[in-house]
């Protein structure tokens, strides 16, 4: 059982290339989230989906767009890479079978946007 | 829009002392949780608390909600080395998304 993965752990873009993070979660859950952590401002959300096909946009949406075409996977994008989105992104997830505000973490990925 | 605010930002300490961080809000929240993360990792859950006044243990760590549900607290006795690392409250409104918000979260540092 592996939890949340997240693939790349590491990747350097160049302003303006694009480029998709990939979120797995192997334990049935319904919602999946996307956020970013930058430094001194905690975590926040961009975007999030509560099943299958279904997606919103978080706290901090600009610039990125994400998919859930399969309840295990959440994919984020970004269609032209800006410094600013230089981050570090986590994936969570959680389950209606639980409390849904526990989330899980994946380990990270941590993109440099030059 | 719903803020959280933890405080101190930044707390470095002796083995063997005592700390307390704080989480305030305006808001209510329906239940507020603690994370801790190690460098390089993703935040890990320490505990959740959902009624207002409810206190909490976790060995060394006790961790408490506000009467009126906008405020939380964790304090940890007799810090230990291994305790070191960033921790992370976060709230949770009433919608059935499961959506939190963090706080900007307390870096610990404990010196053996």
């Known amino acids: 059982n592996a939890g949340v993965t997240q693939t790349p752990k590491f990747r350097v873009l160049k302003t303006g290339q694009s480029m998709t993070l990939l979120c797995a979660q192997d334990m049935n859950h319904e919602y999946m989230y996307w956020y970013r952590q930058d430094p001194g401002m905690g975590l926040r959300l961009i975007h999030y989906?509560?099943?299958?096909?279904?997606?919103a946009k978080g706290e901090v949406p600009d610039g990125y767009n994400v998919s859930r075409l399969k309840k295990q996977n959440f994919l984020l994008g970004l269609e032209s890479a800006a410094p600013s989105q230089t981050s570090v992104y986590f994936c969570?997830?959680?389950?209606?079978?639980?409390?849904?505000?526990?989330?899980?973490f994946g380990p990270g990925t941590r993109l440099t946007v030059l | 829009t719903q803020l959280l605010e933890q405080s101190p930002q930044f707390l470095s300490i002796q083995e063997g002392e005592n700390l307390t961080v704080y989480c305030n809000s305006s808001?209510?929240?329906?239940?507020l949780q603690w994370y801790r993360q190690e460098p390089g990792e993703g935040p890990v859950l320490l505990v959740t608390v959902v009624t207002g006044g409810e206190v909490k243990k976790l060995k060394r760590l006790t961790f408490q909600f506000g009467d009126a549900r906008k405020d939380s607290s964790l304090h940890i006795t007799a810090a230990q080395p291994g305790d070191t690392g960033l921790y992370l409250c976060a709230g949770a409104g009433s919608s059935n998304t499961g959506k939190l918000i963090f706080g900007q979260g307390t870096t610990l540092q404990v010196k053996p």
């Open positions: 989906s509560v099943g299958e096909g279904t997606t």
């Open positions: 969570a997830s959680s389950s209606i079978r639980d409390r849904r505000d526990t989330q899980y």
């Open positions: 808001s209510v929240f329906s239940s």
